[in-house]
């Protein structure tokens, strides 16, 4: 290993060790989506669920496409007819505990632009219609694989 190497992951195991030391103030977040591959209308791909997990606790809270259109009555195979409307609630109830939830920070894996990332769960709530009232600070964004 290289002395940048070695320096990089010194640096990347202090933040690591911060976010522990600071537990109950960072939640694990992962998403998924719809096909980045499979895309030929130049659409961005929808958000289907988020996951958001204590860091001290383990406690998760979820939000998914699934969950809102069983709260709304709407059995699986009419999803489809409703996406728009059930991933605009999804991304409602997502961003309404994200500014519940404000000076939190947010260790990640990989999400980092308008391709994937938390630019692009916030474009496809403005996509929807939707205007997030709070948007997580990048000082408060943590990559797992790269020292800040």
Same mark, same amino acid.
């Given at each position: 290993? +290289?002395?940048?190497?070695?320096?990089?992951?010194?640096?990347?195991?202090?933040?690591?060790?911060? @976010?522990? &030391?600071?537990?109950?103030?960072?939640?694990?977040?992962? *998403?998924?989506? &719809?096909?980045?591959? #499979?895309?030929?209308?130049?659409? +961005?791909?929808?958000?289907?669920?988020?996951?958001? /997990?204590?860091?001290?606790?383990?406690?998760?809270? +979820?939000? +998914?496409?699934?969950? !809102?259109?069983?709260?709304?009555?709407? #059995? @699986?195979?009419?999803?489809?007819? =409703? *996406? #728009?409307?059930? &991933? /605009?609630?999804?991304?409602?109830?997502?961003?309404? =505990?994200?500014?519940?939830?404000?000076?939190?920070? *947010? @260790?990640?894996?990989?999400? /980092?632009?308008?391709?994937?990332?938390?630019?692009?769960?916030?474009?496809?709530?403005?996509?929807?219609?939707?205007?997030?009232?709070?948007?997580?600070?990048? &000082?408060?964004?943590?990559?797992?694989?790269?020292? !800040?």
């Amino acid at each position: 290993m +290289s002395a940048p190497d070695s320096q990089k992951q010194k640096s990347s195991r202090s933040v690591i060790d911060r @976010l522990f &030391e600071d537990a109950a103030n960072v939640w694990v977040t992962h *998403y998924s989506c &719809e096909s980045f591959y #499979d895309r030929t209308d130049g659409r +961005s791909p929808r958000i289907t669920s988020i996951a958001v /997990r204590k860091l001290d606790s383990g406690q998760t809270v +979820s939000f +998914s496409i699934h969950q !809102v259109a069983e709260l709304d009555g709407i #059995d @699986l195979a009419g999803i489809t007819a =409703h *996406y #728009d409307a059930l &991933e /605009r609630k999804m991304l409602d109830a997502f961003f309404a =505990h994200v500014g519940g939830h404000k000076g939190m920070k *947010y @260790l990640h894996w990989n999400m /980092r632009d308008i391709n994937y990332g938390f630019a692009a769960i916030e474009h496809r709530y403005r996509v929807l219609g939707g205007n997030p009232a709070f948007v997580i600070p990048d &000082e408060n964004k943590f990559d797992r694989i790269r020292p !800040v």
